[in-house]
């Protein structure tokens, strides 16, 4: 696996693999790597015959309050994890590389990103377009491989996609679970045990939704009222939403209705997590 660290090297090794007729995927990460990261690379390989990942902690999609300082880096152990997949290369940039000093230009998705954790975490993925936007125009992918478990952000880079005409295929792979049903993330890693097994609340409360739903039940408020139920049995897990939202536009739906996202975000301790599922 080829390891580099600047734009102008990385796009002239994507280019030359696609002047041999090779199909580009790419799958961009923070690092961090667990089993929901990998199954991207496994479908990147599935799909192509030149995969790229990306390692970069993007500064510019957390808060002042959120823990960019404390984002967990284990750089020899993710490279490791990306050469046992057979990666074909790693593009790891420092902040300077993506963000020169002058640097002023944002991508935003208007009419969006102020929805879900665009609302309780304000200019998050303005952060996000914008390190995609850049990630793309340097690597020029033919497909990019997204994870369920940032739905919200899945919905908003095929937006952008769509809008400013990348030429590229967006893949949206299944969450990955722990076998007690916890999505994982990057950020469990910040929970202690009790406040891991506490976080089960979030998987627990979307299975008694969907169950509802089968049962009949396609009212969102009242399929809302039931998560909450479940949330107020886990009172140390404090809830930031629970909506149920059209999966493109990430819209509140007053009916539920299959392909419908049911999203959820909480607290577990200062650990904040999000999960959610499609009703079928």
Do not use: C, W
Not at 50 to 72: C, H, M, R, W
Request: glycine share 6%; no cysteine; aromatic share 6%.
């Amino acid at each position: 696996m080829k390891i580099l660290r600047k734009a102008i090297e990385t796009r002239s090794e994507t280019r030359a693999a696609k002047l041999q007729g090779k199909r580009v995927g790419f799958v961009p990460t923070m690092g961090a790597l667990h089993e929901g990261h990998i199954s991207l690379i496994r479908a990147a390989k599935s799909q192509s015959n030149f995969v790229v990942a990306s390692i970069f902690v993007n500064p510019t999609q957390f808060g002042p309050t959120e823990d960019l300082a404390k984002y967990p880096r284990p750089f020899e152990a993710d490279r490791q994890k990306l050469e046992a997949e057979r990666v074909d290369l790693l593009f790891a940039p420092s902040v300077e590389e993506m963000y020169p000093p002058d640097a002023g230009t944002l991508v935003t998705a208007e009419g969006i990103t102020d929805r879900l954790d665009g609302r309780s975490r304000p200019g998050h993925f303005r952060g996000v377009t914008t390190i995609v936007a850049k990630l793309f125009h340097i690597i020029e992918p033919d497909v990019a491989f997204f994870g369920q478990k940032d739905a919200a952000q899945a919905a908003i880079i095929k937006r952008m996609v769509r809008d400013l005409m990348f030429s590229v295929e967006i893949v949206i792979a299944p969450i990955v679970r722990e076998s007690d049903g916890l999505a994982l993330s990057s950020r469990n890693a910040y929970l202690s045990p009790a406040e891991r097994k506490q976080a089960t609340v979030l998987s627990r409360a979307l299975r008694e939704v969907e169950k509802r739903y089968r049962d009949g039940e396609r009212s969102s408020a009242k399929l809302i009222e039931t998560a909450r139920e479940v949330f107020a049995g886990e009172l140390s897990v404090h809830l930031d939403y629970i909506e149920i939202v059209d999966r493109d536009t990430l819209e509140p739906l007053s009916e539920a209705q299959a392909g419908s996202l049911v999203a959820v975000a909480a607290f577990a301790g200062t650990t904040r997590l999000i999960d959610n599922l499609m009703l079928r």
